[in-house]
């Protein structure tokens, strides 16, 4: 039997089930539709292995705000009654099969990336559970994103339309555009029209950067912007080499009728 991979952006989904919830502090109704959400996921995926993997729950903010200062300063906390549940979250998806990992220091994207782009790299199948579009950044043969809220793929095709350019210059584009929601500026005057047109001309940054042709009206903003559009790239590229210090056979999916 091929090997299949799922890993779970887990703050991604309960936030996103917990937001949709009529009583915010109707935090078990929250543990019963997460959990239902992933049997289904388990059903539409047919998961070999499976693990759910958890940001620290730190104030913080880790290297990518030693490198841009307001990296995620203006992130909403996580909600009271979910951080006093996180226990009893854990323990509802332990029930139906999946193993939690909590990241310590390093964001979960990070972790995520790095299992992912791991096991994809011995072209075993990787699908990631997430409505992040970072991690479109790494999307190989074998390696998919599935939004499941929105139903659909994030995909080539997807970052195609939505983005104008390829998956290895996703980061180049952030560099450019920023990212709002994180507080990663960018270079200012540059939008997503003109990241699109500089990096459909060319490979990435850099070679935009040191590039004769550039036209005139982005030549000086990336001149004058160049280090900080590669500190904005830097944070938003994925780390793919941290220390897991577990093997896949640990997170072997097994059905709920196999668990002791």
């Not at 109707?26 to 289904?40: A, F, H």
């Not at 958890?54 to 030693?66: I, L, M, N, T």
């Not at 994809?120 to 199948?125: L, T, Y």
């Not at 903003?221 to 559009?229: M, P, R, V």
Request: proline share 5%; hydrophobic share 35%; with cysteine.
């Amino acid at each position: 039997m091929s090997l299949h991979l799922v890993i779970i952006d887990a703050l991604n989904l309960i936030r996103r089930v917990h937001s949709a919830q009529p009583d915010a502090e109707d935090i078990e109704r929250t543990i019963q539709t997460t959990s239902r959400t992933l049997s289904k996921i388990i059903q539409e995926t047919s998961p070999t292995h499976i693990i759910a993997v958890f940001d620290h729950d730190s104030e913080d903010r880790g290297w990518r705000a030693q490198l841009l200062p307001h990296y995620k300063e203006k992130r909403q906390p996580m909600p009271d009654a979910l951080r006093q549940n996180m226990d009893a979250i854990q323990q509802a998806w332990w029930e139906i099969g999946i193993d939690s990992l909590l990241s310590s220091g390093d964001e979960a994207d990070d972790l995520i990336a790095t299992l992912a782009t791991k096991v994809a790299s011995h072209q075993e199948q990787v699908t990631i559970i997430s409505t992040d579009k970072g991690y479109c950044q790494l999307l190989s043969p074998t390696l998919r994103i599935r939004d499941y809220f929105q139903h659909r793929w994030l995909d080539q095709a997807f970052i195609t339309q939505e983005f104008g350019v390829r998956p290895e210059q996703l980061c180049d584009y952030w560099a450019l555009t920023g990212i709002h929601s994180s507080q990663v500026s960018g270079v200012p005057g540059v939008g997503p029209k003109a990241a699109k047109e500089i990096l459909n001309q060319f490979t990435d940054i850099e070679q935009a950067f040191q590039g004769t042709d550039l036209p005139k009206k982005y030549q000086k903003k990336l001149t004058e912007h160049i280090e900080l559009a590669r500190q904005c790239k830097a944070v938003a590229t994925l780390k793919t080499d941290i220390e897991l210090g577990f093997n896949l056979q640990d997170i072997r999916f097994q059905p709920p009728e196999s668990v002791s």
